[in-house]
């Protein structure tokens, strides 16, 4: 019991610190750290999986304020995970885009609208600069430019912002899951009722057939 008790606080600890990196990160959900999210990010720096300068968007500054936060010492960003620049905003060639919904797909915050076989656009204002829609565009129409409304903003200026729009994409997600699965589970349902109801019709047509007396 004692060891279960000392296993639970040292979660929730490891819990806490964590949500207390991921409130300095900027919330671009890039994977560009090596994570699938800034919080799976932050909770590697927590339990020692990962360093504090593996996030380009955050820069120097991120890597200040994170070790100011653990007390470790400042190192350079590490090259392997990107170099840093300034705030980014994606732009679509309207005029190639196919309609292919790829970007869409990908981008954390949905700062992309359209529809299939029809054009897209990114809402400037929404985009978070990951470029995680560069490479899932297959005619090459996206190109990221210098976000000129945030000239010298902090690395985490917008970050509550995108956290709250990558979490309500991450709910719509959820939801239109669910509602495919409960749609697959009543097609399944029906169509096991439809099969049952036809072999239950074909046994009492048969006893039907036996019940009639011979001519």
Do not use: F, W
Request: with cysteine; hydrophobic share 40%; net charge neutral.
């Amino acid at each position: 019991m004692a060891g279960q008790a000392a296993q639970t606080v040292t979660a929730t600890v490891a819990s806490e610190l964590a949500l207390r990196i991921d409130a300095l990160l900027p919330q671009t959900q890039c994977t560009r750290c090596g994570y699938p999210a800034c919080l799976a990010y932050a909770e590697a720096i927590a339990s020692g999986d990962a360093d504090i300068n593996q996030c380009p968007p955050g820069g120097a500054q991120g890597i200040r304020e994170l070790a100011a936060a653990l007390g470790r010492d400042e190192k350079p960003l590490n090259p392997a995970n990107g170099v840093e620049k300034p705030a980014e905003i994606a732009v679509i060639d309207e005029e190639a885009c196919i309609g292919c919904t790829k970007c869409i797909q990908v981008c954390p915050v949905d700062a992309i609208v359209g529809a299939n076989k029809l054009m897209h656009t990114v809402l400037g204002e929404e985009c978070n600069g990951c470029e995680l829609c560069v490479p899932a565009c297959p005619v090459d129409c996206i190109a990221m430019i210098v976000d000129a409304a945030r000239p010298g903003a902090p690395h985490n200026a917008r970050a509550s912002h995108y956290r709250r729009r990558y979490e309500a994409r991450n709910a719509r997600l959820a939801r239109e899951r669910d509602e495919r699965e409960a749609m697959i589970a009543a097609r399944k349902a029906e169509v096991r009722d439809t099969t049952r109801n036809a072999v239950l019709d074909a046994i009492a047509r048969a006893r039907a057939k036996r019940a009639r007396p011979n001519p």
